[in-house]
């Protein structure tokens, strides 16, 4: 019954495409985040449907679209150095076969983060994406929230939709981008034109904010803590009453801790004893692992490397509780522990061991760059007179924020190609590059006025 | 249940906005901007200091 329906609503959202292929576009950012296909049990399994929707939105802009508008930045063409790049540690890397597993799905999500920019060519359109964006992400957020909320849920136990973990339904990966797009919902419910600001509007926006939060709870992934306290902070920067601010933040957070399920108080406070937890301490032996390996291999070892990893550390015992799975044979003095095949744990270590030194730059230049022009485009339009303007520095500001908690998030989790934060860095390059062509466009006076007419009268002529 | 409640909302919700979209001609074609203000750049201002004031601008005097 559910295949029916999402074929029939697919069907119907392709319908209205044809009457403006840009939403080819935004539908395969839903096919892209929600992954109905993975909801459906036989119909939509069965045929390559983001390709069938990518393809659809690139002949759309290829046929109907007004390419004038379209303009190229350089963080595209570093994404495409970057793909072209990937490409060739991936048929020349340590393990070719497990590196195709990864390539399968980055060169897709890089190609559509690229393509993206060109298409938003229009206010509305960046507001569209956005709200697509923020509206697929929220299928996951409300049924998470309301879980939570029910059940308190459990580290890998709650189940968002399906019982999978790939893409966005991972734990640590959802509880990042809840929180990292919670400035984009406070923008849209203040700017939107689509869903233009009223009450309806307000209280699904805080109902969802509220949900958004609940995730890392109900995840349980540290990461989305740490996400939850770069949010507060950067909230900090444009608040006018900073003090009752940063107060009201402490008193909600500790009033908050009662409430909290206690597996998730007890998890959390693993992040001060992290010597004594096995996870934290996977995690430094990696990133040492690493270290070497690119010392050793410059270059990148290509995709899914850290399966060649032999680890071997020491565990600090832990003071308050005994593992069961270990056997402790004395009381004291650390336990060592070898390992082998473990991820990366962190966005920044995953490019260097996968990509060496040269995918870690060219990563670092998308994503600080993004944070950068954020920053210009806010100062620059911060103190706009232009009523038509005055969306442009808070939407800089949102994405800039949502960027930096990705950045905090990703320091934790190995999230270097997530596909979502890609569209966000489309959607930044989108922002950036139609406001270059707008303020140009208003800065072209016709000649006539552009000479003082004094200069004319008094001139020798 | 939930799941049910959350795809509802959510997909009707996107639906909406498209069914909202595909009737407004500003997704495809927008107005050009609202001009600039000539700036009053030194330049310019030192000119119309000279010959008409500081509180003219140059458009006022074109006219």
Known sequence: MRDLIFV??????????????????????????????????????????????????????????????????????????????????????????????????????????????????TKLRIEALTLFMVLCAATLIITGGIKTLGSGGGYGALVLLVDDNAGLYEGSIISMVAIAIIPLMLWLSKHGTIFPPDWRVRYFTLALVFAALLIPVGTQARTGLICIGVLAVLQLRFVRYRFLYAGMAVMVGLMAIPFLPQAFTERMETIQNYKADESASTRIAVWEWTIEYANANPMGGGFNVYRLNKLRYELAPDQNEREPNYDYTQDEGPIEIIDEGRAFHSSYFEMLGEQGYPGLAMWLFIHLGGIWRMEVLRRRYRNTQKAAQEWVAPLAIALQHAHIIY???????????????????ALQIGLDTYMTRRAKEAATIPIGRQIPASRLSGATL | MIDNFSIALTHGLLFIAVWRLIQRPDLDHEDPPEPDQPSGGFYSQRGESRTNGPEQTPESHHA
Request: hydrophobic letters at 60%.
């Open chain 1, 8 to 121: 029939g609503y697919l069907l119907a959202l392709m319908l209205l495409a044809f009457k403006r292929p840009f939403i080819f576009t935004l539908i395969y950012a839903y096919i892209d985040i929600v992954a109905p296909q993975r909801l459906s049990y036989f119909l939509l399994n069965s045929v390559p449907l983001s390709l069938i929707v990518f393809g659809m939105a690139f002949l759309g802009y290829v046929i109907a679209d007004d390419k004038q508008d379209s303009r190229f930045s350089v963080r595209q063409g570093v994404m495409a150095l970057l793909l072209l790049y990937c490409g060739y540690t991936s048929f020349q890397g340590a393990l070719p076969e497990d590196a195709m597993e990864k390539w399968d799905w980055v060169w897709k999500a890089l190609v559509f983060a690229i393509f993206l920019p060109l298409t938003l060519r």
């Open chain 1, 407 to 425: 950045m905090a998030g990703s320091l934790f989790v190995g999230i270097a190609f997530q596909p979502f934060v890609y569209m966000l860095v």
